[in-house]
Structures are given as structure tokens and as C-alpha cells.
């Protein structure tokens, strides 16, 4: 066999390990949607609520379907509304807890923090919807009292 044959017969098998090895080592330096998430409330303690959100935005595009990485984007919302009183924050902070929901029926925090959002809007009805399923699904939520409490004041309001 001469060697022109030898090397097009091990070239090819070699340059497919080391595209392969190259791919890992790209992979190993990727930070995981987990990560962001946990960038982003560093940066929510700090203050620093847009670099929070572009946080939480890359760990969604990691993970399309985190209810967690949802929540997490709507109190950075929610952050921004109280900061600047635009209601397209509120608006933006509401759809993310939605989004959540809709991801993970079964996880309580976007039903508390929509719960606690309605009820600052002045919306005590709507509120307690959440605060009801929020503790369907938590009924040992530490806030049990304030909630249950937030949630008489509303039924007490319809009356």
C-alpha cells in the first residue's frame, strides 16, 4: 500500500476524533442555563435588574421550557416595574409568571408572586386566585398566614 493510500485511509478517521474532541472542549466551557439563572439574582441583589434579565433570557434560551428560569425572569420584571413605573413592565412581569405557569402547572412560585402582582395592581380577587393555588400546591407555604389572610380580604371585599 503506498502511503499516499495509507494517510487517506487514517486522515479522515483522525480529523473526525479531533472535530469531535475540539466540539467536547467547546461544550465544557458552555455555562448551563442553571448558571445564568443563578448570575441573575446575584445581579437582582445588586440592583442591576437589565443585566439581570439578559441574564435570565440566555439561561431561557438554554432551556425554553424552565418554569424556574421564568419566575425568575418575572420578579426581574417586576423589579424593573417598581423601579420605573412603566406598565409595560408590569405587563412583561405578569406574562413571564404566566409562562411559568404554563410550563409547570404544579410549581408554586409564579402563583404566589402573581398573587402578591395583583394584589399591589389593587386587584384583591384576582390575586386570590393565586394565593388559593399557590397553596393547593404548598400548604405549608412559610407566608400561610399572610396569604390566607390577603385571601379573606378579598372574599370579604365581594360581599
Known sequence: MRIHEMAGRIIPPILALLII???CAGWQGMKSASEYFQEGAALISKGKYD???KKYKKGLRLEPRSAV???YLGMAYGYKYEQLRSL???EKEIEAF????ELDPNFFRPYFNLGITYHNMG???EAANYFKK???IYPEHPKRELIEKMILE???EGR
Open 88 to 90: 409595560d413592565w408590569r
Open 134 to 136: 399557590c397553596l393547593e
Open 69 to 71: 428560569g421564568y419566575n
Open 98 to 101: 404566566k409562562k411559568a405557569i
Open 154 to 156: 378579598a372574599e370579604g
Open 21 to 23: 474532541l475540539a466540539a
Open 51 to 53: 443585566q439581570a434579565i
Open 123 to 125: 386587584k384583591p380577587k
